[in-house]
């Protein structure tokens, strides 16, 4: 290890940046963050990094660099394109003992910058020791992507309440840390996160004061996480930290196995998928499992393909949970129609071709289709259809007899973003010729309107 990594408390404190340009005006940016009182020396300094400097309560002095300039400091940044210089201070700054940066010159220096993600007062640094910064960075948005925005708010509410925990649990190690370990895996956190902190309060109290009278039980949570289209990549980071916090995963035929596999590895997995005529398990005992899984403590995730509101049911899902009192969470999540629409190419809306989208189910009844065929004749609209491959043919001949020109055009996007994605391209009369005698795989999605006719044109993004 060539470095000890430390943070350094600069509040208040006078440090010192040689060099007026763009360069020192980023080291300032980080300085002024930490609360640091920034003084700056260099014969010309931009407007911006003065007005940053003299905000802090920092001096400028416009002239080139004296070695007597370090006194009185307990950082130096050296921050100028002239290779000399930055080696004067470096020996000026080492001599005095002093702590000092040269920005890109890591043989100079004995203090480096990492790559900061800054959720104060959560900061989380990466650091390649000076030998590659670009890899840091990249490491660095990895990290990021997985870090609630606002998880600084849970370490804010931890701070309030460390000093009564404490002294509450007779300062014993082992009982404060379990508490705050069980507590961060709790609804608690996800009340603080979602910034409902009256409810996380009252939770907490609850808590607390079961662990003093040894009665504490966590109670159970429901996540309704849409998993999106197929896509892995199109996953909100929210509904991919509480994947990870699961105990429980229930999931269809319509979320992906990649998908899946991003869940935390020990839950427990539920196949509850549904396909037509196939019901692994009918709804009404998928909303009881969910019922009887939060009764039972579990953290609960529900994936559902695309978003759990657009023909997703997942209203039906949470009926159930508010009539017994289980608190629950709801992701968005990428609908089919955005992704498969997107990844096709195909603009659900556009000026010159729809001003108006509308989204229908498909799904046959006794062989018949009930839509409102007459409603969906206007060439300004484009018509979605989830659920419709089986009834394609009725769905055709419909709207051709309610009046829909038979030339207008029709997309089904079979398996959209996905490796596997197809989309067969046609008109009204001609896509049930079109894909007799191909296979075609569920789940597929119908596009209908003038729209379409711009596939060939706005097809740019394949699924990897």
């Excluded at 010729?433 to 789940?443: D, L, R, T, W």
């Amino acid at each position: 290890m060539d470095y000890l990594p430390l943070c350094f408390k600069v509040k208040n404190r006078s440090c010192l940046i040689i060099g007026g340009g763009t360069i020192a005006y980023r080291k300032a940016v980080l300085l002024d963050k930490a609360g640091a009182k920034i003084n700056v020396v260099a014969p010309k300094i931009d407007p911006k990094l003065a007005a940053l400097a003299e905000q802090s309560g920092g001096v400028l002095t416009l002239r080139e660099y004296h070695s007597d300039d370090l006194h009185g400091h307990i950082f130096i940044i050296g921050a100028t394109d002239i290779e000399p210089v930055n080696e004067r201070v470096a020996h000026d700054a080492n001599a005095l003992g002093l702590l000092v940066n040269i920005v890109d010159s890591p043989d100079l220096c004995n203090v480096i910058f990492p790559a900061l993600i800054d959720r104060t007062p959560l900061l989380i640094s990466v650091s390649s020791s000076g030998s590659a910064p670009v890899l840091a960075r990249a490491i660095r948005s990895q990290i990021e992507s997985s870090v609630a925005a606002n998880i600084g708010e849970l370490g804010d509410f931890i701070a309030e309440r460390r000093t009564a925990v404490r002294a509450a649990l007779d300062n014993s190690e082992s009982r404060v840390r379990e508490f705050w370990e069980n507590m961060l895996d709790s609804e608690i956190s996800e009340r603080v996160l979602a910034g409902r902190n009256n409810e996380a309060d009252e939770l907490f109290n609850q808590y607390l004061q079961g662990v003093l009278d040894n009665s504490d039980t966590m109670k159970g949570e429901v996540y309704l996480v849409g998993a999106g289209p197929g896509d892995p990549d199109l996953l909100t980071f929210k509904a991919l930290r509480l994947m990870q916090r699961a105990d429980v995963v229930l999931y269809d035929r319509l979320v992906s196995p990649a998908i899946v596999d991003m869940t935390r590895r020990d839950a427990e997995r539920i196949y509850v998928g549904k396909a037509r005529s196939n019901h692994a398990l009918p709804q009404g005992e998928i909303n009881q499992l969910l019922i009887d899984l939060a009764k039972a403590g579990n953290k609960v995730v529900r994936l559902k393909g695309g978003d759990p509101f657009i023909f997703g049911r997942g209203g039906e899902e949470i009926e159930g949970l508010t009539e017994h009192g289980i608190p629950f969470q709801i992701v968005p999540g990428i609908s089919a129609a955005n992704g498969c629409a997107c990844y096709s190419g195909i603009p659900l809306t556009h000026r010159d071709h729809a001003q108006s989208v509308r989204f229908l189910t498909g799904h046959l009844k006794d062989g018949t289709m009930d839509l409102p065929w007459q409603e969906l004749i206007p060439d300004s609209q484009t018509v979605v259809i989830y659920m419709g491959l089986i009834g394609l043919d009725i769905i055709c001949k419909q709207l051709i007899a309610h009046g829909k020109p038979a030339d207008t055009p029709i997309a089904l996007v079979e398996r959209g973003t996905t490796p596997n994605q197809q989309t067969h391209i046609g008109t009204l009369e001609t896509i049930p010729g079109i894909i007799q005698g191909k296979e075609v795989h569920a789940p597929t999605l119908i596009i209908i309107g003038s729209v379409v006719s711009l596939h060939s044109r706005l097809q740019w993004l394949k699924p990897a």
